[in-house]
């Protein structure tokens, strides 16, 4: 039987840079040791305190069908969340609460694109946006923000390629490079998505891991309210990978449809989940400052080790749990060093190119193990590097 061309070409084909991550995955399975700094999954789980709150909503019965946008209670919280931290005024019904900001980005993009229509997005990129948009139906185009831009999109770049598309979709703090996209970054992205008539799909779901500076979410831009969906997420901020729960928050016309959707689709969120989410946002900054912790001390530790280095140069980052190492002194591309650097010391990074071609050249590591273990296999990462570099 002939599956559908969407479904059969979702993830693009081709070779993507994930094998060393696959053959890391297959070092592990056979009880090899490896350090793995490849995923962007917490060294913590999900705390006893919201894990109490879900136990308490299950057993107190909330284990029926939840309603489809989400709760009232959920959806008036994270209004208020987006309300204080972007000064823009968001009520429930800009609201629609998801299974993970995963489920949020293809929404997203179903509910600006129809078939056969251009959806800009930023090479280097989270990995799975360009297959979130070919689900759609819609047409994937990279526009390249360049490492010699501190991998900040510039607006002339953005211009080139609008013409014609339906969304752009953004990341800031940007999941691979750690960039925080400063005001002017997101004041030349406004003005494409104005002069354009785009809509800009936000993706926020860092925006509780920044290092140096402040989290500028565009929506607050004069005139991008109305023409941008913001996506959210508990999964980073606070440790609920596993729970996929997340959030669009929106025009209200745009989330009434995303409603719709929703109901035709996923059919809501576990009730038991909204309300451990709940509880976990009603506990405030603080919480969310306490699960970002290690990765801020980390990067502190890299910062050190990286110093005075010369084959290795991070890339100037402010935020999220990855850092992405320039390695191209070494003469190698982010793939062959990075396939070099597991077969020599088991030490597991991502290669820049499994992210888009932007980042050729560099390797991504995420800062997701102990403090100590960390520090030695970046240093490790460091000698190897010196030494690729003067062979
Ligand atoms: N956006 C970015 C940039 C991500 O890195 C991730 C997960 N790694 C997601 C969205 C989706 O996260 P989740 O579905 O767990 O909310």
Known sequence: MTLSHRITHLTGGGSDGWDVFYRARALVAADEAVTELTIGEHDIRTGPSILAAMDASARGGHTGYAMVPGTAALRDTVAARITERSGVPTTRDNVLITPGGQAALFAAHHATCDEGDRALYIDPYYATYPGTIRGVGAVPVPVQARAEHAFQPRAADLAAAAPGARSLLVNTPNNPTGVVYGRDTLEGIAGVCAEHDLWLISDEVYDSQVWEGA??????????????????????????????????????????????????????????IQ?????????????????????????????????????????????????????????????????????????????????????????????TIDDDRFAAALATLCDFAATRAAA
């Open 275 to 367: 309300d451990a989410a709940r509880f976990a946002l009603d506990q405030g900054a603080d919480l969310e400052e306490e699960i970002a912790a290690p990765f801020r001390r980390r990067r502190a530790l890299a910062q050190e080790v990286l110093a005075g280095q010369n084959a290795v140069r991070q890339v100037p980052s402010q935020g999220a749990m990855y850092l992405m190492l320039d390695i191209r002194a070494t003469g190698m591309s982010g793939e062959a060093f990075a396939g070099a650097l597991l077969d020599a010391h088991r030490i597991a990074v991502m290669p820049g190119e499994s992210f888009g071609a932007a980042a050729a050249g560099h390797v991504r590591v995420a800062m």
């Open 215 to 272: 989290h500028l979410s565009p929506r607050a831009l004069p005139g991008m309210a109305e023409r941008t969906l913001v996506v959210g997420s508990m999964s980073k901020s606070h440790a609920m990978t596993g729970s996929r729960c997340g959030w669009i928050v929106g025009p209200e016309e745009a989330i009434s449809h995303l409603i719709n959707l929703a109901t035709h689709t996923t059919y809501g969120v576990p009730g038991f």
